[in-house]
């Protein structure tokens, strides 16, 4: 049996010249991630949500945000109460990210999926706003 055997030689220049690219990468890796970081993803990211985008990354620091949706709108046992939450009156305090539903928006309706009328939403997104909370927005089409 007739066995060939390649052996591949590579100077110490080469092996040295690997190592660094190798060591740099490890150093610098975690500096340029940190910077990546402070901006979204996208390179044409409006000014708002580069600001949505940092601030969302500071609060990260002061511990979980947690969200309910149509939250100011009704709950066990009410309906369309001013400033109630039923996250309010279990942990004493409002959830720091209100979502809303706006299927049915898009057809002219005075209702949401969800049966909460757009124009008391509305004032439940500027409640949540003057509370620095985080608004988000769903449309799914009816």
């Known amino acids: 049996m007739n066995a060939k ?8 220049d080469y092996l040295l010249h690997c190592f660094m690219k190798l060591f740099l990468l490890l150093i610098l890796l975690p500096v340029t991630k940190n910077f990546s970081q402070d901006l979204p993803a996208d390179k044409r990211a409006t000014k708002e949500t580069v600001n949505l ?3 969302l990354k500071i609060l990260m620091s002061k511990g979980t945000m ?4 149509d939250d100011l709108a009704y709950g066990y046992g009410w309906k369309y109460e001013n400033s109630r939450s039923d996250i309010k009156d279990v ?7 209100y979502g809303w539903e706006l299927g049915r928006i898009e057809i ?3 209702v949401n999926l ?9 004032q439940f ?3 949540g706003y ?13």
């Open 5 to 12: 055997i390649n052996f591949v030689c590579i100077s110490n």
């Open 53 to 55: 985008y940092r601030n």
């Open 66 to 69: 947690f969200g309910h949706q």
């Open 91 to 97: 942990t004493g305090d409002y959830p720091a990210v």
């Open 108 to 110: 002219d309706q005075p």
């Open 114 to 122: 969800d049966s909460v009328p757009f124009d008391k939403m509305k």
């Open 125 to 127: 997104i500027k409640d």
């Open 130 to 142: 003057e509370r620095g909370c985080c608004n988000y927005y769903k449309l799914a089409f009816e």
